[in-house]
Nanobody, 121 residues
Framework: QVQLVESGGGLVQAGGSLRLSCTRSGTTGSTYNAGWFRQAPGKEREFVAAISWTGNPKRYADSVKGRFTISRDNAKNTVYLQMNSLKPEDTAVYYC??????????????WGQGTQVTVSS
């Protein structure tokens, strides 16, 4: 069974950094686009960043451009989200998912448990 497992969340002060990881298990293939999404309390889940299976192109939500960087290591079947200059409004549960080849902002798989990111002011 193919699964995506998120990790790396935590509590950080505003201005700090965190690196999230998303590891895919149950398959050795790396030909998939992947994205990060987040859901804050009382809000709908939103797109954060995505990366194609080759590493380019990448796409970012306007709210995180210049602060977040998505990357991947296909040998480890892992996608990363480096988050710098964190703001309290970045507080959310972060999820990764497979995204469509035709639209890398569109999730296509099932959701995992996510990882909580809390940014204190």
């Amino acid at each position: 069974q193919v699964q995506l497992v998120e990790s790396g969340g935590g509590l950080v002060q505003a201005g700090g950094s965190l690196r999230l990881s998303c590891t895919r298990s149950g398959t050795t293939g790396s030909t998939y686009n992947a994205g990060w999404f987040r859901q804050a309390p009382g809000k709908e889940r939103e797109f954060v960043a995505a990366i194609s299976w080759t590493g380019n192109p990448k796409r970012y939500a306007d709210s995180v451009k210049g602060r977040f960087t998505i990357s991947r290591d296909n040998a480890k079947n892992t996608v990363y989200l480096q988050m710098n200059s964190l703001k309290p409004e970045d507080t959310a549960v972060y999820y990764c998912n497979i995204v469509a080849f035709t639209d890398i902002t569109r999730p296509t798989g099932s959701w995992g448990q996510g990882t909580q990111v809390t940014v204190s002011s």
